[in-house]
């Protein structure tokens, strides 16, 4: 587990961010945690989070030149790369958003920040269907840019309705890198590590053998 990855989660425990329990999601299923990435909600949080997605992205070695957050998390995410990037890494990149519906005064269009150019990096919280995505991907390719692949924060590497992960379907039918800050087996890494943790470890080892499509370690 990287340095970067650690304190990731360490911030997101100690937010609130990363909860345990019995959580209800779309899908239906029980989980035994929940990512609420609404709880990056303050300064000091954003700077941070924009600061471990650079570090996964670097590490990552994926080559992009424009940032696109879909609305609305993915707004705020997308600036805090950006201003890592500037802060940290003396890159000044450029990145839009999109409105969920289109403005018909003043600039109008459904972009805000654009034009999209070059290879965009479309940053999210999670993945779980995937519309999110796959709308990013339309808009970029009506640009006439290049999708260069997707930074998301946790990939559960959860089966959604086939055997595949939402961010494995989006690799296969784009052709396209998914970078995540963490991915699940990651988190069970982390869990084993702190005995105090050994009992959700447990619970979340479960589930994973139930919905998991990756089968690594267990920590």
Do not use: W
Not at 45 to 55: F, N, Q, V
Not at 121 to 147: K, P, W
Not at 153 to 168: K, N, P, V, W, Y
């Amino acid at each position: 587990m990287k340095r970067f990855q650690r304190e990731f989660v360490d911030l997101c425990l100690e937010r609130g961010i990363l909860q345990f329990g019995e959580f209800k999601l779309k899908s239906g299923r029980e989980s035994p945690y929940f990512f609420d990435a609404g709880r990056f909600n303050s300064g000091t949080a954003l700077r941070l989070l924009g600061h471990y997605y650079a570090a996964a992205l670097i590490d990552s070695g994926i080559e992009f030149d424009f940032l696109f957050g879909p609305a609305y998390k993915g707004i705020a995410l997308a600036a805090s790369v950006a201003i890592a990037y500037s802060r940290d890494h003396q890159r000044d990149l450029k990145y839009a958003y999109d409105r969920k519906e289109d403005k018909g005064h003043g600039e109008g269009g459904t972009l805000v920040g654009g034009p999209l150019e070059g290879r965009v990096l479309v940053v999210d919280d999670v993945v779980s269907s995937g519309s999110s995505v796959r709308g990013a991907a339309d808009l970029i390719a009506a640009a006439g840019a290049e999708f260069a692949g997707v930074a998301i924060a946790l990939d559960r590497q959860e089966r959604g309705f086939t055997e595949e992960s939402a961010t494995e379907e989006i690799q296969r039918r784009y052709g396209v890198p998914v970078v995540s800050i963490i991915a699940l087996n990651t988190l069970i890494q982390f869990l084993g590590s702190d005995p105090q943790l050994e009992q959700m470890r447990k619970r979340i080892v479960q589930y994973r053998a139930v919905y998991g499509v990756a089968r690594g370690p267990e920590g």
